[in-house]
């Protein structure tokens, strides 16, 4: 089975330049453990709530997307394989890969769409507010 059948299309993304508030709200909303990073419809990386690490609810308005994140994160194309992701996901120990179609964001593939464990557990800093 090929990755463009299994990707999920509805994406929720965020800009470099947004706040780490910003993105904590969409990742609460939305139970979501990690976003693309999209500028100009080009993915510039991703961020993750791991990346999101020590840094308190109270600052997240002062800091920018991008000086946490992961820039140029591996990616695969839709017509990969689901084996050839998820064995780039175990040996890379990320828990999602981005999709790319013709240099633009198409679809997430994440470690819980391929049945395979996250290889951190979610954040137990992970803000309730």
């Known amino acids: 089975m090929l990755v463009g ?25 939305y139970g979501l453990r990690r976003l693309p990073v999209v500028q100009d419809g080009e993915l510039v990386g991703i961020l993750s709530e791991y990346d999101m690490q020590g840094h308190r609810l109270m600052s997240m308005d002062a800091i920018p997307v ?19 992701a998820a064995n780039l996901m175990t040996k890379r120990a990320i828990g999602a890969l981005p999709v790319v179609s013709h240099g633009r964001l198409a679809g997430i593939l994440c470690a819980s769409d391929l049945m395979i464990p996250e290889p951190r557990p979610a954040a137990k800093w992970w803000p309730h507010h």
């Open 5 to 29: 059948l299994r990707m999920t299309k509805t994406l929720f993304t965020i800009g470099p330049d947004d706040s780490l508030a910003d993105a904590h709200a969409i990742l609460k909303k």
């Open 66 to 84: 991008k000086t946490v994140m992961t820039p140029n994160p591996v990616v695969v194309t839709p017509s990969e394989t689901l084996e050839y």
